[in-house]
């Protein structure tokens, strides 16, 4: 089991803990009693940890890719930095008509793109008149100057207080990075993830599992992609001999960026895993995360054709987070765009179909809890 995170600079050490806690939370649900092993290093491009389940002998290594050093090198540190990202990013999002694409395929996500920035330009334009004014009509000069300032500072903290908030500050940094990459202009990316094959493909060939799992959450999701085929490039047979192979996609957000005219290597390779006869994908998207593209055909809505007879993948299921919560919990819950985007790999208060942590480290494959559709 291979996990590809999101736009996220914590590292190994907060997953490994939240993968913990948050089993422990859904073991009264599931039944499924995980032990949890100490985190370790898997060569220099992962942590890992052991989880086993006692009960039937069910062991599963469980990998962290590490990208988390190059989100902090792209993570801009103050409203300065992050307006330098923002505007070249929602230049080339507006002469791509990203938006209006958007809104045609999945509304909250259009939203979810555009608030961000009205949010952050509007604040600042706020900020800047209130403190012109401020510095016009009061007097003495020696007043009117400290007032500016105070106003342009307060417009700072309202900021990062929204951020903690809406997490609209985040949301811009992810653009900011995603953009940039898909026209390829994050070189060091794309080494880590053909490094990350290598690292993949090795632990396959000297494995004795029965199953192969890939996860990618939020931006991870987009990331799989070329991830999965370098490793087509690798093993040509991968999932067709040796262990079944499944990709996994966990609020997909891929239409955020194959939309874009400059990503045509993504969608030759979001073509060949698409249609790989191997790789058993399955997506789940909850229609209440406005940070993912839900329930839409990422082939399709990028422009890609299927060859006759090809399966339709990814396989969608819904997730439907406002069963997983008490009424009243979820009212609280789904104001928190963020703790909604992050629902995928927690604990939640009520059983449902979907179970991240059965689908990772339970008994049944891929196949036997999603069987694919005739």
Known sequence: M????????????????????????????????????????????????????????????????RWDDIIRAHWPKNELELLKSALPTYWVFLRANLV??????????????????????????????????AMVFLSPWWLAFPAGAAILAGTIFLGRWLDGRFRSFWLLRVYGAMQPWAY????ELDARIRDFAVHIAEKIRSSDAEEVLLVGHSVGTILTIPLVAELLRLLPDLGTRGPDFGLISLGNCLPLVSLLPGSTQLREDLKTVGTAPGVRWVDFSARRDGASVTQVDPLEVSGISRPAGIPVRPQQFPVRIVKMFAPADYAVIKKDIFRIHFQYIMAGDLLTDYDFFAITAGPQSLAERFPEFP
């Not at 939203?111 to 008149?129: N, Q, R, S």
């Open 2 to 65: 291979f996990y590809f995170s999101g736009f996220d600079p914590r590292g190994p050490a907060h997953y490994h803990t939240l993968y913990g806690e948050q089993a422990k939370l859904h073991t009264p649900l599931n039944g499924l009693d995980l032990t949890l092993g100490k985190r370790r290093r898997s060569g220099k491009l992962a942590n890992a940890w052991t989880i086993s389940l006692p009960d039937d002998g069910t062991v599963t290594d469980y990998e962290f890719l």
């Open 184 to 187: 390829g202009k994050l070189p």
């Open 100 to 133: 209006g694409r958007l809104l045609k395929i999945a509304w909250p996500s259009a939203l979810t793109v555009t608030y961000p920035i009205v949010a952050f330009l509007g604040l600042l334009l706020l900020g800047l008149a209130l403190a012109i004014v």
